[in-house]
């Protein structure tokens, strides 16, 4: 059994920073390729950021590149999150995903966790 636990979501006002982090605990072989996506109220599942299982090649949604930065934490199978300049848009329940390969496609991670609400407001 596989299991992903996120932290570090909360309130925070426009132009503030937060970090999530998520780590991978249960059945671990190997190191995962890894992942972020989002989901606002009414809205589709969107990626946000992923990096594969080296960690050395990362992917980031349009909306995000330049203010988001994920990374390996000191674990092998855990990662950051580091979300920068932060806009009302930003607004979501933020999950993690785990699986064999890197992608934006949600279908591709067979691990998630429960998600951690982010919201950016005055």
């Known amino acids: 059994q596989v299991q992903l636990v996120e932290s570090g979501g909360g309130l925070v006002q426009p132009g503030g920073s937060l970090r999530l982090s998520c780590a991978v605990s249960g059945r671990t072989n190997s190191a995962y390729a890894m992942a972020w996506f989002r989901q606002a109220p009414g809205k589709f599942r969107e990626f946000v950021a992923a990096l594969n299982w080296s960690g050395r090649n990362k992917y980031y949604a349009d909306a995000v590149r330049g203010r988001f930065s994920i990374s390996r934490g000191n674990g092998e199978n855990t990662v950051q999150l580091q979300m920068n300049s932060l806009k009302p848009e930003d607004t979501a329940v933020y999950y993690c995903?785990?699986?064999?390969?890197?992608?934006?496609?949600?279908?591709?991670?067979?691990?998630w966790g429960q998600g951690t609400q982010v919201t950016v407001s005055l």
């Open positions: 995903a785990a699986g064999e390969f890197s992608d934006s496609d949600p279908r591709t991670y067979a691990y």
